[in-house]
C-alpha cells in the first residue's frame, strides 16, 4: 500500500504563487508514475501534471504548461507542484496519485491506484 497525504494549499491573489507538497509513505518503491488532479465545483476531476517516480520525465496539462512545476524531493519523498502565475480558474482541490506500473494514458485518473484527501487552492482575482 501507498499512502499520500497533501499540503500547502490555501488563498492566494491572481498572479501570486503557491507549492503543494504529496508526501508519500507505505511501499513507495513500487511507485511509477505521480500525479496532480484538480477538481473545481461542478467540474470534473482533470489532469493537472505528472511524474515519473525517477523524476526524469514530466507531463503538463495545456492549461498549466509554462506556469506549473512539477518535481520530486527524493530525500523527503515528495512531490512537489509548483503553481506560478495563478489564475481564478486554476481554484479547485487539487489530488496527489500514484500508480504501480507502467502507463502510457498518464492523464487518465482511471489509471491511478492511489490518491491522498485533497487540498483546496482559492485563487481570487
Known amino acids: 500500500q501507498v499512502q499520500l497525504v497533501e499540503s500547502g494549499g490555501g488563498l492566494v491573489q491572481a498572479g501570486d504563487s503557491l507549492r503543494l507538497s504529496c508526501a508519500a509513505s507505505g511501499r513507495t518503491f513500487s511507485i511509477y508514475l505521480m500525479g496532480w488532479f484538480r477538481q473545481a465545483p461542478g467540474k470534473e476531476r482533470e489532469f493537472v501534471a505528472a511524474?515519473?517516480?525517477?523524476?526524469?520525465?514530466?507531463f503538463y496539462a495545456d492549461s498549466v504548461k509554462g506556469r506549473f512545476t512539477i518535481s520530486r524531493d527524493n530525500a523527503e519523498n515528495t512531490v512537489d507542484l509548483q503553481m506560478n502565475s495563478l489564475k481564478s480558474e486554476d481554484t479547485a482541490v487539487y489530488y496527489c496519485?500514484?500508480?504501480?506500473?507502467?502507463?502510457?494514458?498518464?492523464?487518465?485518473?482511471?489509471?491511478?491506484?492511489?490518491w491522498g484527501q485533497g487540498t483546496q487552492v482559492t485563487v481570487s482575482s
Open positions: 496519485a500514484a500508480r504501480r506500473n507502467y502507463v502510457t494514458d498518464y492523464a487518465s485518473m482511471n489509471e491511478y491506484e492511489y
Open positions: 511524474a515519473r517516480w525517477s523524476g526524469r520525465t514530466t
